[in-house]
């Protein structure tokens, strides 16, 4: 009978550390989801300002070019 307590309770404490293993590789998984979406934001805030720079640089040197 303790055997097969133990038995039991072998088995509840693998099938409890193979659900904590799933949980954690799932939040592991959005995590580097949620990661990947921030540096795109990032990536894209970057660009979209190099690109409102450029674009200031061609407007100044239309101006310039018009009042020369």
């Known amino acids: 009978m303790l055997k097969e307590i133990q038995d039991s309770k072998a088995f509840e404490t693998l099938a409890k550390m193979d659900q904590d293993a799933t ?4 939040l592991a998984k959005t995590a580097a989801e949620v990661d990947v ?3 795109d ?14 674009s200031l640089d061609k407007d ?4 310039k070019t018009k009042l020369q």
């Open 37 to 39: 979406a921030y540096q």
């Open 41 to 54: 934001a990032k990536l894209e805030r970057e660009f979209s300002s190099y690109a409102e720079e450029a």
């Open 23 to 26: 949980e954690a590789a799932t």
């Open 60 to 63: 100044l040197a239309e101006l």
